[in-house]
């Protein structure tokens, strides 16, 4: 599949999307304090997406039965919200995706319930930073491998690894478009990155091995080893002067 350009019409409605996604991610953020359950924070997004006029589009994607992940801890990925109760000290990553008017945004926060130890606050600041680093090489002319080698550099200067087998996308007339954008590198390969891509930059990053499993409930990524883990991620538009994040707050 070729990778599609976003005309300046479909970027705007992308940039609607993204800002009832931040809008909800935000008050998820907000709402996520120990004893409430990640079922209580799906209903709160699915509730809220819709009042904003979007569609929440991982619902029913290739059968996901809700509107957003909640992954707890050891938990990296795709955690199907449920009877869980967030503890003081959680590191929780939220993981939202909105469709408006036939374009889609994906983004995600990771963040610690209450007050975390300095690992996990560490981790917090890591994942976000390794977006940024990334982000930087989101510019035309560049290529994917740049942003991939970008966020592996920042994610081993801070003592993280990468965490294998999960990468951002291509993102815009659907959830997942071509091409694939690593988070490793090496840098001065793949793809030449052109103005009018749309894509996800999304780092998830372990404070153990980078190896991970997936719950017989086919969805649910955790660590192998059990470590802590976090994902951080926004819908970017490369524009002719850059990056724009389009799922900004
Ligand atoms: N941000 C996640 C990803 O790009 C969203 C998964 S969609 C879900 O893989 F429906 F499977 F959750
Ligand atoms: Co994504």
Redesign the pocket.
């Given at each position: 599949m070729p990778v599609v350009l976003k005309s300046a019409r479909e970027v705007e409605l992308m940039r609607v999307a993204g800002q009832i996604a931040a809008t909800v991610l935000d008050e998820l953020e907000q709402a996520a304090r120990p004893g409430v359950t990640t079922a209580g924070l799906d209903e709160l997004a699915c509730a809220r997406i819709r009042e904003l006029g979007g569609r929440p589009a991982?619902l029913g994607?290739?059968g996901?039965p809700a509107c957003i992940?909640t992954s707890v801890n050891e938990v990296v990925?795709?955690g199907i919200p449920g009877k869980r109760v967030l503890r003081e000290g959680d590191l929780l990553s939220l993981?939202l995706?909105v469709e408006y008017r036939g374009v889609f945004v994906?983004a995600?926060v990771s963040l610690i319930v209450g007050r975390g130890n300095e690992l996990a606050q560490r981790l917090v600041a890591a994942v976000e930073g390794a977006f940024r680093a990334g982000l930087e090489m989101a510019v035309p002319g560049r290529r994917l491998g740049d942003i991939g080698a970008a966020i592996e550099a920042y994610a081993r200067l801070q003592g993280f690894s990468v965490i294998e087998g999960?990468a951002g996308?291509g993102i815009g007339l659907a959830?997942?478009e071509e091409p694939t954008v690593p988070n490793t590198g090496p840098a001065g390969r793949g793809m030449r990155l052109r103005p009018g891509m749309t894509v996800?930059i999304?780092p998830m990053l372990s404070a153990g091995r980078p190896e991970t499993v997936v719950a017989s409930d086919g969805?649910t990524v955790s660590m192998r080893d059990g470590s802590l883990s976090a994902h951080y991620?926004h819908t970017v538009w490369i524009s002719p002067d850059g990056p724009v994040i389009l799922t900004a707050r």
């Open positions: 991982f994607y290739r996901y992940c990925l795709h993981d995706g994906d995600a999960y996308h959830l997942h996800s999304e969805w991620e």
